[in-house]
């Protein structure tokens, strides 16, 4: 019995081929915002703007927030928006935005900032009313002392958003 090629060499081949098939194969992207919404009962949404009720503001946080939670329903979502009488409705207020001292340095003074929202929403489903509450939900963002607030904070209060549309969405409908 005569083996042409080295042993080895035909393993290496094998292992090679069979890589190379599950990568190209294996891509699987999850999301993790679908929404578990009977279409059949629910067909639209109304969401409120959100007033900042804080005693701390920064002008253009409010419109980001309300375009925001908006666009997560719109791009995740069959529902229609409406002004009134929705299958849903989504409202509340932003009654926190405040900064504190995260972290302090060798030297004494502050090394990290925290920056933190809260929003509290007053969610009703008209086709199943004891899915109805009230809570509040709160994210954060860090940024080091070296820069100042004015530079980082649009980005910032952007995640923040982002954060917390995530959390209501997720809270109203994905229901996972």
Not at 20 to 31: G, M, P, R
Not at 103 to 128: C, H, I, P, W
Request: glycine content about 2%; proline content about 2%; aromatic content about 10%.
């Amino acid at each position: 019995m005569k083996i042409k090629a080295p042993y080895y060499i035909i393993c290496f081949a094998v292992c090679a081929i069979i890589t190379l098939t599950a990568i190209v194969s294996c891509s699987v992207s999850y999301k993790f915002n679908a929404s578990s919404i009977d279409y059949s009962k629910t067909k639209t949404i109304q969401i409120a703007d959100f007033p900042i009720r804080s005693s701390y503001v920064w002008g253009p946080m409010g419109p980001m927030f309300n375009n925001a939670l908006k666009d997560i329903y719109a791009n995740n979502t069959r529902l229609v928006q409406v002004r009134n009488n929705g299958d849903l409705k989504v409202e509340g207020e932003i009654t926190q935005y405040r900064q504190s001292n995260k972290s302090v340095a060798a030297d004494g003074y502050s090394a990290q900032t925290e920056l933190s929202m809260t929003v509290n929403v007053r969610f009703t489903n008209n086709a199943k009313h004891n899915e109805d509450f009230e809570k509040q939900f709160t994210a954060t963002s860090t940024f080091d002392n070296k820069q100042s607030l004015s530079s980082v904070q649009e980005e910032l209060v952007n995640q923040m958003c982002k954060d917390i549309c995530d959390q209501i969405f997720n809270a109203t409908v994905a229901n996972w």
